[in-house]
C-alpha cells in the first residue's frame, strides 16, 4: 500500500470515523448470512458484508481482511467463492456437517501520522507489516492508532447447537453460552465479552433491530457486562439485530496524536448479526 500524503483535517478525521464501526460513528458494518439456519437439502451460506448508516441496507462493500469459519468441533474451515457488487461483499460458506458454526471476518490496520527526512507530516494507513515496511525506523512518529476491527455471526445447519468454540484471542469478541440460532422472540440468550481472548468486565454494548430507516430514532437498547464479562440480550421481537461493542482509547480532533511504534494506541471493535423468528 503506498504511503498517504497529507490531507485536509476534516478528510483526515472522516477516514478515521469510517474505519472504526464503534458506537459513536454513524456507520455500522456488518457480516450478514442470509438465514442462520440452514435445513433440508442446503449445504451452504451467503453472506453479505458492508458498511451502512441505515442498518443492513447496504451503502458500500465491507473491504476484506481475514475471514475465519469454525466448523461445529471447533476445526477451522475454508470460505468458499466470493463475488461482489457496488454495495457489498459476498461470501459463500459450506456447512458439511449438522451443527452450529462461527463466521468471523477480522480486520488489523495502523493508522499513523510521522515526519519525513524533508520534515513534512505524512500519513499511513494499512497493516502493521506494511507500516513496518513502508515507515523508515528514523522518522519521527507523531501519533500511532492501532485498530481491530471484527464482524462475527452464527449459523447452523439442521439443529441449533449450543456452541462451545475456544476464544479467537484478539480483539473483542463474543463467545455464546446457549443456543444462538433458531431464537424466537421472548428467548434469553447468554454470552461471554472477550478482549485478546479474556473477559472482559463493565463493558457496553449496543443492540439493535432492524429497520432504523423507517424509525424516528435508532431504539438502540444498551447492555452490560458483569464481573465475569457476561451478559443477557433478551429478544423483544422477531427480525435481524445487530449487537456492537467498542473499547480502548478515541483520538481527538482533525490529527492523529499519541502512541509510539511500540506502544501505539489500541482501539477494539466488534459487531455480532442474529436473526430472531416469530414464535
Known amino acids: 500500500m503506498p504511503l498517504m500524503t497529507l490531507p485536509r ?8 470515523a469510517t474505519t472504526l464501526p464503534l458506537l459513536a460513528w454513524a456507520h455500522d458494518t456488518w457480516l450478514l448470512p442470509s438465514t442462520t439456519l440452514v435445513t433440508g437439502r442446503s449445504q451452504s ?52 456437517t449438522e451443527g452450529t458454526y462461527r463466521i468471523s471476518h477480522l480486520s488489523d490496520s495502523l493508522m499513523a501520522s510521522y515526519q519525513d527526512a524533508e520534515g513534512q507530516t505524512q500519513r499511513f494507513r494499512g497493516s502493521p507489516a506494511e507500516f513496518a515496511q513502508q515507515v523508515p ?5 507523531l501519533g500511532v492508532l492501532h485498530m481491530v476491527n471484527r464482524q ?4 447452523s445447519r439442521e ?9 479467537e484471542g484478539q480483539g473483542l469478541e463474543v463467545l455464546p453460552l446457549d443456543a444462538v440460532n433458531d431464537l424466537s422472540d421472548g428467548d434469553h440468550t447468554r454470552f ?27 431504539a438502540e437498547q444498551t447492555l ?17 439485530y445487530w449487537l456492537g461493542a467498542s473499547h480502548g482509547e478515541r483520538p481527538g480532533g482533525p490529527s492523529l496524536t499519541g502512541g509510539t511504534r511500540d506502544q501505539p ?6 459487531s455480532v448479526t442474529f436473526e430472531v423468528l416469530p414464535r
Open 9 to 16: 483535517p476534516r478528510q483526515w478525521a472522516l477516514a478515521l
Open 45 to 96: 451460506v451467503v453472506l453479505d458484508a458492508a458498511v451502512s448508516t441505515d442498518l443492513f441496507i447496504a451503502e458500500r462493500p465491507l473491504a476484506w481482511g481475514e475471514l475465519r469459519v469454525t466448523g461445529p468441533a471447533g476445526q477451522p474451515l475454508p470460505a468458499g467463492e466470493r463475488s461482489h457488487t457496488a454495495t457489498l461483499n459476498s461470501v459463500t460458506v459450506e456447512l458439511p
Open 137 to 141: 525506523a528514523s522518522a519521527k512518529v
Open 152 to 155: 462475527q455471526t452464527f449459523v
Open 159 to 167: 439443529k441449533a447447537t449450543v456452541p462451545a468454540f475456544a476464544p
Open 192 to 218: 461471554t465479552l472477550l478482549l485478546n481472548g479474556k473477559p472482559l468486565a463493565g463493558e457496553t454494548l449496543s443492540l439493535v433491530r432492524e429497520g432504523n430507516r423507517y424509525r424516528y430514532d435508532r
Open 224 to 240: 452490560t457486562t458483569d464481573a465475569q464479562g457476561q451478559f443477557t440480550v433478551t429478544w423483544a421481537a422477531p427480525g435481524r
Open 265 to 270: 494506541i489500541e482501539r477494539a471493535g466488534l
